[in-house]
């Protein structure tokens, strides 16, 4: 039972383009979601995250997107850099348990 | 200020013996976690702290899988005996407070690699 879906293994976008991952989940008691960040050989890292009371967040270069009705949020990095290639999680609570997709894995290239 | 410190960074044993991973949180840290991540899968919930007292292990294997965080500081995690499929890496965290919300990171370690052969 995966709560928590990254349906995109690996994305590849050129350097200076949007680069946007998606994630879905199916428990709509979900109240907050985050992105982490993860580089090889490192633990994963906060990112950015939204509460379901709103649909835009945004922190410089990265915004994330919920849509509740569609179950479904997405983080945009504008302008990608060689230096965000990595592994990305989408995450979810309700309570203080995070549920965790199984990540995507983005490619920044010159 | 320091992150999460964890070790050793990387074990191989063979299965049915035992090993164990130490973690130090972030100072003042109140809430532990330990996570599971098995290649090509997000991490895992096995269990969660808050002080020494635990706050969830409903996905911690027990006939296998203990922890502890006597001092509600430093915690270990064992495995006695590993099987094949404990390969994975252990990543510990710690926030705060308890409670995902805005202001309350969770930060996370460099993890514990474990290979059972």
């Known amino acids: 039972d995966q709560q928590v879906k990254q349906n995109s293994p690996s994305l590849s976008v050129q350097e200076g383009r949007i680069s946007i991952l998606n994630c879905d989940y199916t428990?709509?008691?979900?109240?907050?979601f985050l992105w982490y960040k993860k580089y090889p050989a490192e633990g994963p890292t906060f990112l950015i995250s939204?509460?379901?009371?709103?649909d835009k967040n945004e922190d410089g270069r990265f915004t994330v997107f919920l849509n509740k009705s569609a179950k479904h949020l997405s983080l945009h990095i504008v302008p990608s850099q060689p230096g965000d290639s990595a592994v990305y999680f989408c995450?979810?609570?309700?309570?203080?348990?995070?549920?965790f997709g199984t990540g995507t894995r983005l490619q920044v290239f010159p | 200020e320091a992150g999460v410190a964890q070790s050793p960074r990387y074990k191989i044993i063979e299965k049915r013996q035992s090993v164990a991973f130490w973690c130090n949180p972030i100072?003042?840290?109140?809430?532990l976690y330990w996570y599971q991540q098995i290649l090509g899968q997000g991490p895992k919930l096995l269990i969660q702290?808050?002080?020494?007292?635990?706050?969830?292990d409903s996905q911690l294997p027990k006939d296998r899988f203990s922890a502890e965080r006597l001092k509600g500081v430093d915690s270990t995690l064992k495995i006695q005996p590993a099987k094949l499929e404990d390969s994975a890496v252990y990543l510990c965290?710690?926030?705060?407070?308890?409670?995902?919300?805005?202001?309350?990171?969770?930060?996370f370690g460099e993890g514990s690699w474990l290979t059972v052969v």
């Open positions: 702290f808050q002080n020494n007292g635990v706050v969830d």
């Open positions: 939204i509460s379901s009371i709103k």
């Open positions: 995450a979810a609570s309700n309570t203080d348990k995070l549920i």
């Open positions: 428990n709509s008691m979900f109240d907050y």
């Open positions: 100072s003042g840290h109140a809430t």
């Open positions: 965290a710690s926030s705060l407070v308890r409670g995902i919300f805005s202001g309350n990171t969770i930060y």
